[in-house]
């Protein structure tokens, strides 16, 4: 377990006597600023409050915290935190709300806010600001860009194809990818709000822990990677794909990568005539992976193969669907990738349920917090009793003009969001309290967070 003490930046250790004089009250909040996307789907904060603000600090973190930040050469405060643990046995007096996560809320708002409890820890509230904003950023920008994606491959389902199938059509194949297991569990975790395909077995543990599941959140099917095909030689490249059709059939459906020599020779000799027949027999469905060269060229070339020799149907939307295979594409995937080569397959008459998408480095690594211009920011302080509004206005930059008061979130006639001071509207705050004073308020479970995202 972290120190919670440490996770911090340098410079907050000098903050608590920078308040005003007769400063009780620090008030402040999270948003997504602006950034890529007009939208964001929450998602992360949970998981920070059940895994950092459930344990209690103990004398053992704060002479812990003493004998590295004094030779850090920066102020330790350890009246503040031995006071913290005398009066409240260690845990944080914070009172956190935040949005229901896999709401989809525009930029703009808060979508958290953060208080201390304690007249005498003013300076908490901003002390918590590296692991909160962290909590919240990397999970939402993650669930954001998953979502965006999700919207676009539906668009052409609803047009070609069968919209049922879209929560296995982008699958996470980012967890070699990302700088940490951690990351890999939050942000392939984050991705499952909006899909069901995964090979990130780490997001599935964080899911179950953080979430209140017992169920599976993710899935997979048998497939293969170049060592398993290049291992046969390429004189027995057709043995290796045997062998996984004989092996795997049973399970319905799996996958192989074609190019480990020449896809094009991959999918017209071997799969589409040497062992077409005992594809057909097998029942199973072969997802064919091509993984080099330009994707939507690549792709586009494969399919009028396998048409050729597989055979297509008309779908009640008149487009043509594959018969016994598909296609998964699993490198160079993101946004404009996918939409490039489904605009192709549509101009061929092609159906989009003929091929899914395996997305890495773009879905948990390709992206950082000024993606969303993500921000944490005091709006308010009680000073001598009596709260003021607080923000920064920076002459040369207004996007960075900082929201004023005590803020709540509310919604709209027309079903969006906005953020108000509190006082200013009879609406409900849609902020709930997530963590106060060491307990937990108003956890969801997985399902909850999904049937957010999609309303």
């Known amino acids: 377990m972290s120190n919670i003490i440490l ?44 895994e950092m ?50 709401t989809v809320v525009p930029i703009s708002n808060a979508v958290g806010t953060i208080e201390n409890t304690d007249p005498k820890t003013a300076w908490l509230s901003s002390y918590v600001e590296t692991p909160f904003l962290r909590a919240t950023w990397y999970g939402t920008t993650v669930a954001t860009i998953s979502w965006e994606i999700k919207q676009l491959i539906l668009s052409y389902l609803e ?60 899935f997979s099917i048998p497939a ?24 795997y059939k049973s399970n319905g ?17 071997l799969w589409g005539e040497e062992l077409r027949q005992e594809v057909i027999d097998s029942g199973a469905t072969v997802v064919l992976r091509p993984d080099s060269g330009d994707p939507v060229e690549v792709n586009v070339k494969i399919i009028q193969i396998l048409a050729d020799k597989f055979g297509t149907t008309a779908n009640l939307k008149g487009f043509k669907v594959l018969k016994h295979v598909r296609l998964i594409q699993g490198d160079g995937v993101n946004y404009d990738t996918i939409k490039n080569i489904l605009d192709a397959f549509v101009k061929l008459g092609f159906s989009a349920d003929n091929i899914a998408f395996g997305m890495g480095g773009a ?33 040369t930059d207004v996007g960075k003009q900082s929201k004023r008061g005590r803020l709540q979130l509310v919604k709209t006639s027309n079903g969006g969001y906005q953020t108000v001071k509190e006082g200013a509207t009879s609406l409900p705050n849609e902020l709930t309290t997530l963590y106060k004073n060491g307990e937990l308020f108003n956890e ?12």
Request: hydrophobic fraction near 30%; charge should be neutral.
């Open 159 to 218: 047009k070609t194809g069968t919209p049922d199938d879209i929560y296995f059509k982008l699958h996470d194949f980012g967890a070699r990818g990302v700088s940490s297991a951690q990351s890999a569990a939050i942000g392939g975790s984050a991705h499952l709000v909006n899909f069901m395909g995964t090979d990130n077995v780490e997001s599935l543990s964080h899911v179950m822990r953080y979430y209140n599941t017992k169920n599976m959140p993710g």
């Open 363 to 395: 879905l948990l690594q390709g992206m950082d917090r000024d993606t969303q211009q993500w921000a944490m920011k005091c709006s308010a302080m009680q000073i001598n009793g009596q709260w003021n509004d607080v923000f920064k206005d920076p002459s």
């Open 444 to 455: 969801q479970t997985f399902e909850d967070v999904r049937i957010n995202s999609e309303k």
């Open 224 to 247: 293969s990677e170049h060592s398993t095909i290049t291992a046969w030689g390429k004189e027995f490249e057709v043995d290796a794909y045997r062998n996984m059709l004989n092996t």
């Open 53 to 102: 603000l459930s344990n209690p600090v103990s004398i053992h973190d704060i002479n812990e915290a003493e004998s590295i930040i004094v030779p850090h050469r920066c102020p330790f405060n350890k009246a503040g935190w031995k006071h913290i643990l005398n009066k409240h046995g260690g845990y944080l007096p914070l009172h956190i709300k935040t949005v229901p996560e896999g």
């Open 7 to 50: 996770s911090t930046d340098s410079y907050k250790l000098s903050h608590a006597p920078q308040y005003p004089k007769g400063t009780t009250g620090v008030f402040s909040y999270t948003e997504p600023r602006g950034g890529k996307f007009k939208k964001s789907v929450v998602y992360g904060p949970q998981a920070y409050a059940k």
């Open 253 to 269: 459906i799996f996958a192989c990568v074609i190019d480990s020599y020449n896809p094009y020779h991959a999918v017209e000799k």
